[in-house]
T-cell receptor
Framework: GAGVSQSPSNKVTEKGKDVELRCDPI?????LYWYRQSLGQGLEFLIY????????KSGLPSDRFSAERTGGSVSTLTIQRTQQEDSAVYLC?????????FGPGTRLTVT | GENVEQHPSTLSVQEGDSAVIKCTYS??????FPWYKQELGKGPQLIID?????GEKKDQRIAVTLNKTAKHFSLHITETQPEDSAVYFC????????????FGKGTRLHILP
């Protein structure tokens, strides 16, 4: 596809369950970013990948959050033992160098 | 670290009038300043950006200005239209491959009929 895609678009899960969110970046983009956006709020940086390595994980809010990227392309963000405060839109962006292109996000609701 | 402040948080403008959103940044090494527009239910979309070697950039009804001395930059939308209603984010970065982009908290722009 032409843009960044994310799946699922919506996810409802029970508190305590694990969830996996997927991001497919634009082909050829080496940098990939994950952000979290709570209702009506700005963008909270979570993690950044350059290729398959993650030089900056400083934004991950707790050890329940992890992310990986394989083959320099697809990335998954995993949240273990979800809590209600994890409810938010999780956005992925990819970048060739500098400018970032965002996907539509995954809306996560923890009940 | 870098901090980006954005004002106002909400802005209502009569259709056809101009809208201005202002941002300040703290890192004097920042040299790349993108602006994003986020419509309801969608991801942010890059609408215009400016690098520190220029003071102003224009694209149809949208313009950005940059004052590196004062460390502030602004988005100007002229002849506003209903489809301009959205949340706008400013951001700043050192512009290198490994540098994070730091976002402002956003401005919700309402275009009034």
């Amino acid at each position: 596809g032409a843009g960044v895609s994310q799946s699922p678009s919506n996810k409802v899960t029970e508190k305590g369950k694990d969830v996996e969110l997927r991001c497919d970046p634009i082909s050829g983009h080496t940098a990939l970013y994950w952000y979290r956006q709570s209702l009506g709020q700005g963008l909270e940086f979570l993690i950044y990948f350059q290729g398959n390595s993650a030089p900056d994980k400083s934004g991950l809010p707790s050890d329940r959050f992890s992310a990986e990227r394989t083959g320099g392309s697809v990335s998954t963000l995993t949240i273990q033992r979800t809590q209600q405060e994890d409810s938010a839109v999780y956005l992925c962006a990819s970048s060739p160098e500098g400018e970032q292109y965002f996907g539509p996000g995954t809306r996560l609701t923890v009940t | 670290g870098e901090n980006v402040e954005q004002h106002p948080s909400t802005l209502s403008v009569q259709e056809g009038d101009s809208a201005v959103i202002k941002c300040t940044y703290s890192d004097s090494a920042s040299n790349y300043f993108p602006w994003y527009k986020q419509e309801l239910g969608k991801g942010p979309q890059l609408i215009i950006d400016i690098r520190s070697n220029v003071g102003e950039k224009k694209d149809q009804r949208i313009a950005v200005t940059l004052n590196k001395t004062a460390k502030h930059f602004s988005l100007h939308i002229t002849e506003t239209q209903p489809e301009d209603s959205a949340v706008y984010f400013c951001a700043a970065s050192r512009g290198r491959r490994d540098d994070k982009i730091i976002f402002g908290k956003g401005t919700r722009l309402h275009i009034l009929p």
